[in-house]
């Protein structure tokens, strides 16, 4: 009877779901280390399988390119076969291409292996945020699970360098990679006994053009966007981008006529789900494109060796799971929109610290800086992508933690792209005079004036006061694109703060789920 009894609480999770969260958060952790190892691998990959510097960048690339491309896909995949089903498949395929990643006897065979991890990768995000959706029907539980979740990348940041470090040590460079292997196998083990089986018990059939539309239109608009990052605006690029636009606009006209879209527009009718969205990329946008950065500060201005770098970055890491902890305990007593807005203003702070960086000795100042805005970013993710996924029914889940991480691969694409462009013309700038006139070498001369890095390998060779003055010259380049950056960033924050606390100041019950949850299926 309508309004005869007050709806019943949503049921709570109980040891069985915490304990399957745990397993949700391996593979997770593993999807950041291997995307932070590879980075350690280059030179030992260079020196073994001497590949061109068009393979090499392909073996760095291809990984997030067929990541970004298939999240869509394989997010609707999962509200159709299962997202159970779906890890497990991908688990397995991921522990596969690991082992042929790791014994690639060629630079093409490697590409090759590195196209296969990112199509089983690709399937990980969206089927274990899914299933968070619906192992947690409690709203507060499932703040803490995915908190969970989002710390379970940071971790894997974390001890991806130091983990792959020790392994490049002593054993040879494909090592990095069979680090999976044992993760996924613990999965493919635990996987089926604790975690519950969902699918969308009315879903159609997958239509294979709005996965071929799809899988275009990411892959075309991030290739662009990442050749414009590494080698500055051109023709190619934006033609691809204009490319990847258009093969979007057919694919979200199309989804308009299909009785069972990939993807329900429906979805970004509601200001939670879009809001939560923007405010998510945006904050991908500051994060990555600062990320740069912070690496060259310490290593080429402060002088840093890279594994005294790597574990300088452990502190923020560490603050970025605590931000993550702590949001269950902050939504109890304020609305979510204000903890979110909260966080993008302390991250805010901490970017603006930037601003006023010391060209020398500015380590613990660097170093606080990225403390605060990880407290302040943690409850972002965790809330924005809470708010995405609770806004969707949840035999929809899928596919919306695939639209989330969708904006979080774009936003981090297009923070490198744009925030980096800006760094680099205002370096090239500063520079263009800065070079001694009359040095042979051409080419050295052009790198010294294009980065930080090129400045220093050619200082090096130079006598007398020129190699220091250029070093000066170069450092404080870098130094200036730095601070002009954090202070777009943290204006940026300011900004998308004010706008998500007013856009979702009445959505204080946003992340509550819609229906009492996704049909069940019987454990097999």
Known sequence: MSGAHPASPPARATVREWTGLAVIALPCMLYSMDLTVLNLAIPAISEELKPTASQLLWIVDIYGFFVAGLLVTMGTLGDRIGRRRLLLIGAAAFGIASVLAAFSSSANMLIATRALLGVAGATLAPSTLSLIRNMFLDPAQRTVAIGVWISSYSAGAVIGPVLGGVLLQFFPWGSVFLIGVPVMVLLLVLGPL?????????????????????????LAVIYGIKQIAEHGPDVVPALSIAVGVALGWVFARRQKRLPNPM???????????????AAYMLACFVMFGLFLYNAQYLQLVLGLSPLHAGLWSVPSAAAFIVGSMVVS?????????????????????????????????????????????????????TLATDVVVGSAPPERAGVASAISETSSEFGGALGIAILGSIGAA???????????????????????????????????????????????????????????TAGICAAVLLVVAGLVAFRLRGAGEANAPRTPGAAALPER
């Open 329 to 381: 305990a902050l939504v109890q007593r304020m609305r979510p929109a204000y903890v979110m807005g909260g966080g993008l203003a302390v991250a805010a702070v901490g970017f603006a610290m930037l601003v006023v960086l010391p060209a020398q000795g500015g380590l613990a100042w660097m170093v606080a800086s990225a403390v605060i805005s990880s407290l302040g970013l943690a409850p972002v993710f």
């Open 426 to 484: 205002i370096y090239r700038s500063t520079m263009a005079d800065a070079v001694p006139a009359g040095l042979a070498g051409a080419v050295e001369v052009e790198a010294a004036r294009s980065t930080l890095g090129g400045a220093v390998a050619l200082a090096s060779q130079l006598t007398g006061s020129a190699g220091a003055e250029l070093l000066d010259a170069g450092r404080a380049a870098l130094l200036h694109g730095l601070r002009l």
């Open 194 to 218: 604790l975690l519950p089986e969902y699918r969308d018990p009315e879903a159609g059939r997958l239509d294979l053009a709005s996965v071929a539309l799809s899988l275009a239109a990411v």
């Open 263 to 277: 993807i329900d527009l429906q979805l970004f009718r509601l200001p939670a789900f879009t809001v939560s969205l």
